[in-house]
């Protein structure tokens, strides 16, 4: 029923950005709002969305009983992948309109057939009965579901660089969205640095990776935990960004420059909105990006040697060749 091969939940893969085969539709509130571009995860544990909208969007008393994200391809077919039925929990004016962070309140996934899901579900279920989640990570299963398909949308995977007096960091960061056209919305983790540091320079830059340099992006995960890092010993060649002159990566598709407007502690991520200063594409090349596995399940139609080919793919992008350990070579007295 699972098939022979089971993709991971944070598939990586390389695509286009600003990615252009999901639509993100916000409904229950008489004409749908195209929200593709307006929203981002806030917090994973409690698990709340914000959707940003525009003066006189806001839904009625009545609609707010009633309304959720829809998921879709933006093929021909525009069929429907995922759905996250909404609970308000906090509305907060934003840029004219308002932002409205919500919390699952039923989640259907269309990804994979429903005897498949079930499946899957299940060895979800005994996985977590058999390993305790990372403290301050408690998430409800209904919740982990609405994470997974909040990952149908593409997530870019950028690198974050800050800089200052304390010296400067970069760090992989996947928990985001944009809130519009000059907002940008992304999550940090309360237990580590990074978020702090963020909070402390109040300015970012975030740099686009292109897929082929994925191993290196990966390689930086533990700088969460880090004030800062010895810049030159990073394993490629950085340049001053265009407008703060922050250490980026020479290799980076498209760079993002931001002023930190506001941030809010949640739970196990405190959510930052800022405003974007400056943005920059240096090429056309696909990003790194992550998708939920059984997204990717359904862009592959379930073949198997799709699958397995994806599989190495995955762990291509996030190892590199470090999954292809080299034999030492047999010394001749041997
Ligand atoms: C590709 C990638 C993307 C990440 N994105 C985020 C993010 O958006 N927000 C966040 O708080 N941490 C993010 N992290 C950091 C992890 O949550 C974690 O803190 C980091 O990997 C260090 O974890 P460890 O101390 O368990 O090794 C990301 C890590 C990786 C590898």
Request: glycine residues 8%; positive net charge.
């Amino acid at each position: 029923m699972l098939g022979e091969s089971v993709l991971p939940e944070e598939f990586a893969t390389g695509i286009a950005d600003p990615q252009q085969e999901i639509s993100v539709m916000l409904e229950g509130m008489g004409e749908p709002i195209d929200v593709t571009f307006r929203h981002s995860t806030a917090c994973s544990a409690p698990f709340l969305i914000a959707v940003a909208l525009h003066k006189g969007q806001a839904p009625t008393q009545k609609q707010l009983r009633q309304i959720s994200l829809k998921f879709y391809e933006r093929g021909e077919d525009r069929r429907l992948l995922g759905v996250i039925d909404l609970r308000l929990r906090q509305a907060a004016p934003f840029s004219g309109g308002e932002l409205l962070f919500c919390a699952p309140r039923c989640v259907r996934n269309y990804c994979l057939t429903r005897l498949a899901i079930g499946a899957h579900y299940s060895r979800l279920l005994l996985k977590e009965l058999r390993s305790a989640p990372a403290p301050g990570m408690k998430m409800s299963f209904l919740e982990r579901r609405a994470a997974m398909v909040s990952f149908i949308r593409p997530h870019p995977t950028v690198l974050v660089s800050i800089a200052g007096e304390f010296g400067g960091n970069i760090f992989p960061m996947n928990i985001m969205g944009a809130l519009g056209p000059g907002r940008f919305g992304f999550a940090l983790r309360t237990d580590r640095l990074a978020g702090e540091s963020v909070e402390r320079v109040g300015r970012l830059v975030i740099s686009n990776v292109p897929v082929r340099c994925a191993p290196l992006a990966y390689g930086l995960a533990r700088n969460h935990t880090k004030e800062s890092v010895r810049l030159e010993g990073l394993p490629f060649a950085i340049r001053p960004s265009p407008v703060f002159g922050f250490p980026i990566p020479e290799f980076t598709v498209r760079v993002r420059e931001m002023e930190v407007e506001r941030s809010q502690r949640i739970g196990s991520h405190k959510f930052f909105v800022a405003r974007i200063v400056g943005d920059r594409a240096f090429s056309q090349e696909p990003s790194l990006s992550v998708i939920h596995g059984y997204y990717q399940t359904w862009r592959l139609g379930g073949r198997t040697v799709d699958m397995k080919a994806a599989l190495l793919e995955d762990r291509l992008n996030k190892h590199g060749d470090k999954l292809f350990p080299i034999e030492p070579e047999a010394h001749p007295s041997n």
